[in-house]
């Protein structure tokens, strides 16, 4: 599948989109499609920091619990609070639904993620499609 | 993200198969290793399924399930009834030939060594279906607790290939496919008939979903049992049927309050912990683990097995630890999930008889917090009465 090229992706199945020192982060199409029908997402507050490589939250399935992981260091500006009512869009719409915005810390982090043809090698090789 | 799975391209020798397993796949099922069986958690959303369409298939219209890993023991002979009597805790006694009851085989000290459905299949034959986890275990138990009946105990465990069609309108599908009159088979009684042209298949008006359906028993070899899945699949194509997988199968239980074993029941819980008192017939003189049941009767039991419904933003999970205002521990969910049907999350758990009444109010752990619950009747759901 041809993953959008405005952003970059991790091993975890998040991607993060950049927007000047601002970005967006969410969960891949791949990762939506593995967990089944989301059902539940755990967010942090307006404030929260993040660290990257380090759990953010949690995305629910019906059938399991799955941790949210920072692509990259920063301060979260905004959650999105249909998810909390709506989750289903996850699983609709993966890369329209952003789950939190946050003011990178050092955009330098972006640099070791990975590129879209990158993580379409890597979800492939794993065994996704 | 973790815990993201890709569906394995093989499965190591060891894992078990049933006859549909390549069937699956090629639905394109997700699969799991349950118990040492390879079997579909759930089918692709691509083909409008997935835990929660399936789950609602089968509370609408109708939903196919392989439940082939399941075991089939046969009592048959003289002292077929007394053997059943023996092991098993529920009246046996009671059942007309073609009835079907739930039942429970007990260690000495009252607890579980599964659940259990006894059919009486004929004057002195009777056909037991147990757990997937636990077939080896069963029927060596029943065969060595019943050494002293004149009684053969056989183990058809991989004979047969098993489908539950399960929902409101499985009766529709099923007739399609059998000239057995369905409407004369009343729900926990069993009949024979032809399906998909095969003579004299068990058919069982029985299931694990909390909705009207049945089982039937047909020959294990993979063409049969492909042939027949394809053929349900399209009668029940008007109904809107879909493969289901043991995702829906835990969600569709557990709405229903259903135990699963090795959660609800378990070799160190008793009847009464469990609350299926009304399966254990106490009146009859001797069965395995009376004695001690009887013990523990007068002496009361420390945790009881209740319904929860979440109050706040959470769910609660499997394992997940039920803990007092202060953070201790004082129980344990048994099994946990969203409720797809009644949109709610729910949970069983075992928490102190004194925390039991209807309405109080208790805290799961999720993730080091407390979420508030509350102590709900049992079961979540019940399926709506034919008028």
């Avoid at chain 1, 990259?72 to 939190?100: C, F, Q, R, Y």
């Avoid at chain 2, 439940?67 to 089939?72: A, C, L, N, P, R």
């Avoid at chain 2, 699949?233 to 809107?240: D, P, S, T, V, Y």
């Amino acid at each position: 599948m041809a993953y959008p090229t405005d952003r970059k992706y991790t091993k975890e199945h998040e991607w993060i989109q950049p927007n000047g020192n601002t970005a967006a982060i969410g969960i891949t199409d791949h990762a939506q499609e593995s967990l089944g029908d989301i059902v539940f997402v755990d967010l942090p507050k307006v404030g929260a920091e993040l660290a990257a490589g380090k759990s953010f939250g949690t995305v629910e399935s019906v059938k399991a619990v799955s941790d949210l992981y920072s692509p990259v260091s920063g301060t979260v500006t905004e959650i999105n609070g249909e998810l909390a009512t709506s989750p289903e869009k996850v699983n609709k719409d993966a890369h329209g639904s952003w789950m939190v915005k946050i003011t990178l810390k050092d955009p330098k982090e972006l640099a070791s993620l990975l590129s879209p043809a990158d993580y379409d090698k890597f979800v492939e090789e794993e065994g996704g499609h | 993200m973790s815990s993201v799975e890709a569906s394995p391209a093989s499965t190591p020798a060891v894992v078990r198969q049933t006859a549909l397993n390549a069937v699956h796949r090629q639905m394109g099922a997700k699969m799991v290793d349950f118990n040492g069986w390879d079997m579909p958690v759930e089918y692709p959303a691509a083909i409008g399924c997935g835990i929660i369409n399936e789950h609602m298939a089968v509370r609408t219209g109708v939903g196919i399930f392989d439940v082939s890993h399941m075991g089939d023991i046969r009592l048959a002979g003289r002292q077929a009834l007394d053997a059943v009597q023996h092991i098993s805790m529920n009246d046996a006694s009671k059942l007309a030939i073609g009835q079907a009851q739930y039942s429970a085989l007990l260690y000495p000290q009252g607890t579980f060594v599964d659940d259990v459905i006894v059919h009486r299949l004929d004057e002195d034959e009777y056909f037991l279906v147990i757990n997937a986890g636990t077939r080896e275990k069963d029927f060596n138990w029943v065969r060595d607790n019943t050494r002293q009946f004149d009684c053969a105990v056989e183990n058809l465990s991989d004979d047969f290939t098993q489908i539950a069609i399960q929902g409101p309108k499985s009766v529709d599908t099923l007739q399609k496919l059998t000239d057995a009159d369905l409407r004369k088979v009343k729900f926990y009684w069993v009949t024979r008939g032809s399906v998909c042209g095969l003579k004299n298949i068990l058919i069982a008006r029985t299931g694990y979903t909390a909705e009207d359906g049945f089982e039937i028993y047909i020959p294990a070899d993979e063409a049969t049992s492909a042939r027949v899945w394809n053929e349900i699949l399209n009668a029940g194509k008007e109904f809107g049927i879909v493969p289901c997988g043991l995702g829906a199968r835990n969600t569709l239980r557990l709405e229903g309050g259903l135990s699963l074993y090795g959660h609800e029941i378990s070799d160190t819980i008793n009847v009464w912990e469990a609350r299926l008192d009304r399966f254990c017939k106490m009146e009859k003189p001797e069965f395995v683990g009376r004695l001690a049941l009887e013990k523990a009767k007068a002496e009361g039991v420390k945790r009881t097995l209740v319904g929860l419904e979440m109050v706040d933003r959470g769910i609660a999970r499997d394992g997940y630890k039920i803990v007092d205002d202060s953070g201790g521990e004082v129980g344990y969910v048994t099994s946990g999930s969203p409720a797809p049907f009644l949109k709610k999350n729910i949970a069983l758990a075992y928490i102190p008889p004194a925390l039991a009444p209807l309405g109080t109010p208790v805290n799961v752990e999720i993730r080091g917090q407390g979420v508030r619950a509350q102590v709900v009747p049992t079961p979540f759901y019940k399926r709506p009465k034919k008028s």
